[in-house]
C-alpha cells in the first residue's frame, strides 16, 4: 500500500451503519458494531479494504495512512450515481415554467419553437468557455448533494458543430476531475428547424456518428453512451432503431429516451438491441416489461420529469416485481431543474412506491449498472473506487426523510479518496 502513488486514506465510523453493495439488487445494510468500520482507501483512490475499525487497525499500521477521515456517529453511503443528466446549455426555461403552470403541456411548447428548440438555439450561440465554466458549476452543485458518478449528455446541438462543442466540453470536466462522467451522444434530441425527423437521422448516422467516431479513435474525445429521443412527434421507432444501432457499431452503450409521452414500443425495440439502458417509460406496457426484464436493460426512472410534467408515473413496483433493474436519474435540464439526488430519491419512494433501500440501491449501483460502471462504482467493496457520502444523520435514511435538507446533512463527499467536498 505504501508503496502506491497519491495518497492513502483512512475513513472510520463508530457504532453506525454503512452500506455495502454484495452485487445487483442485494445491497446489504450493516449495523455497526461499537468499533465502528473503517474503509481503506489506496493511494491511486481504490478501496483497498472495508473492515470493522478493530480488524483494520490490527491489520494495517496507522503511520501508513496519509489522511485520517474521523467520521465518528457518521453513516456512510456508496458514492450517489445520476445516470441521466442534460448538464451542458445556455440560458434557462424559468418562463417555460410558469407556462406549463398555466395550463401549456410539455409537447406544446415544443410544437411552438420552445422547450429543447429554445435551448439549442442558446446553446449554440454559447462558446465553450461559457459552456464549460456553467458545467463546472453545476457539477460543483452536484458533487455537494453527493453524486460522485454522472451521466452527462448532449443534444443541444443538433448539429455536428454543436454537438462535438459539447462533447468536448464534457471531455474537458471529465479531464479536470473531482467527479467522475460517463458521457453520451445525444444528437438526435430533437429533429433541427429546416429538416423532416428522416433527414437529421440520416445526418446523425452518416455525418455526426462517423465524425465523432474519428475524434475518438484519435483520443480527442471519450464517448460511452448513445441517445435518441425516441417520440411521438420527434424519431419514430425505426428511425431511433437505426441511430441507436449506428452508435451501437461503433462501440457506444445504447442507453435512451423511451415511452415517456406516448406508447410507441421503444422498451420492446430497446431489449431487441440489448440496450444497456431506456430513460423514462412512463408510458411502458406489460410486454415491454418483460422484454427489459429478459434483456436485463436498466429501467432509469426520473421522478423530477413526470413530477414537474404532472405525468402519470412509470409503473416502478410492476418492473422491480419482473425482475427489471431500476435506477434513478435527476434529468437535470433546464425543464427539470433538479440536481440533487436525495430529493430525486425522496420523490422516487412517495411519487413512484419505491422503499428508502431500494430508492438507495437504484441511486448507487444499480445506476452505475445503468452505465456499464458497476464493477468499478456504486457501492463500497473492494477494488471499487473509494467515492463516499459521509451523512451526518442518526440513519442514513434521514437524507430521504428530511426532504431538500441534504445540504444540512451531507458532511463530506470524497471523490477516489479525495475530499471533493466538506
Ligand atoms: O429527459 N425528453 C427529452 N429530453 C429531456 C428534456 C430536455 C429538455 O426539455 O430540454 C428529458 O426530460
Ligand atoms: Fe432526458
Excluded at 470493522?52 to 485520517?68: E, G, M, N, P, R
Excluded at 457539477?139 to 449528455?153: D, F, I, N, P, W
Excluded at 440496450?275 to 436485463?296: D, P, Q, T, V
Aim: glycine share 8%.
Amino acid at each position: 500500500l505504501v508503496e502506491r502513488a497519491h495518497q492513502i486514506v483512512q475513513i472510520s465510523n463508530t457504532g453506525q451503519r454503512f452500506l455495502k453493495g454484495k452485487e445487483l439488487n442485494d445491497l446489504v445494510v450493516l449495523q455497526g458494531d461499537k468499533g465502528g468500520y473503517s474503509i481503506l482507501v489506496d493511494r491511486d483512490g481504490f478501496i483497498a479494504d472495508v473492515d470493522t475499525s478493530k480488524v483494520i487497525s490490527a491489520k494495517y499500521d496507522i503511520c501508513d495512512v496519509d489522511v485520517v477521515i474521523d467520521a465518528t456517529g457518521q453513516c456512510i453511503l456508496p458514492g450517489f450515481v445520476d445516470a441521466h443528466t442534460h448538464p451542458v446549455w445556455a440560458g434557462d426555461r424559468v418562463h417555460e415554467f410558469a407556462m406549463k403552470l398555466a395550463g401549456a403541456t410539455y409537447m406544446d411548447i415544443h410544437k411552438m419553437g420552445g422547450g429543447i428548440h429554445f435551448t439549442v438555439s442558446q446553446t449554440r450561440q454559447a462558446d465553450e468557455e461559457e459552456l464549460f465554466t456553467s458545467l463546472r458549476d453545476r457539477l460543483a452543485q452536484m458533487v455537494q448533494s453527493g453524486t460522485t458518478l454522472v451521466e452527462c449528455k448532449s443534444g443541444y446541438g443538433l448539429d455536428l458543430e454543436n454537438e462535438v462543442k459539447m462533447l468536448k466540453v464534457i471531455e474537458r470536466a471529465r479531464k479536470e476531475g473531482g467527479v467522475d462522467i460517463s458521457s453520451t451522444y445525444c444528437g438526435a434530441h430533437a429533429v433541427p428547424a429546416g429538416k423532416t425527423a428522416q433527414e437529421a437521422t440520416d445526418d446523425v448516422i452518416r455525418n455526426q456518428i462517423p465524425h465523432i467516431r474519428r475524434l475518438v479513435e484519435a483520443g480527442e474525445l471519450q464517448v460511452d453512451n448513445i441517445d435518441v429521443f425516441c417520440e411521438l412527434g420527434v424519431f419514430d421507432l425505426n428511425q431511433s432503431r437505426d441511430i441507436l444501432k449506428a452508435g451501437k457499431d461503433v462501440g457506444l452503450q445504447i442507453n435512451f429516451h423511451g415511452e415517456e409521452l406516448h406508447r410507441l414500443n421503444s422498451a420492446e425495440m430497446g431489449a431487441e438491441l440489448q440496450a444497456h439502458a431506456i430513460s423514462h417509460l412512463e408510458e411502458i406496457s406489460e410486454s415491454g416489461i418483460e422484454a427489459m426484464a429478459s434483456s436485463g436493460s436498466v429501467a432509469v426512472v426520473l421522478p423530477t420529469t413526470a413530477y414537474t410534467l404532472r405525468l402519470k408515473p412509470p409503473p416502478v413496483r410492476a418492473m422491480i416485481e419482473s425482475g427489471v433493474t431500476v435506477a434513478l436519474g435527476s434529468d437535470y435540464n433546464p425543464n427539470a431543474h433538479c440536481l440533487a439526488m436525495p430529493l430525486v430519491m425522496n420523490l422516487a419512494c412517495v411519487t413512484m412506491k419505491m422503499s428508502m433501500t431500494e430508492a438507495l440501491v437504484a441511486a448507487t449501483l444499480n445506476a452505475a449498472h445503468a452505465l456499464g460502471k458497476s464493477e468499478s462504482h456504486g457501492s463500497l467493496e473492494v477494488g471499487k473506487v473509494g467515492n463516499m457520502v459521509l451523512v451526518a444523520a442518526p440513519s442514513w435514511e434521514h437524507l430521504i426523510y428530511q426532504m431538500g435538507s441534504h445540504n444540512n446533512l451531507i458532511w463530506r463527499v470524497v471523490w477516489r479518496g479525495q475530499t471533493v467536498y466538506h
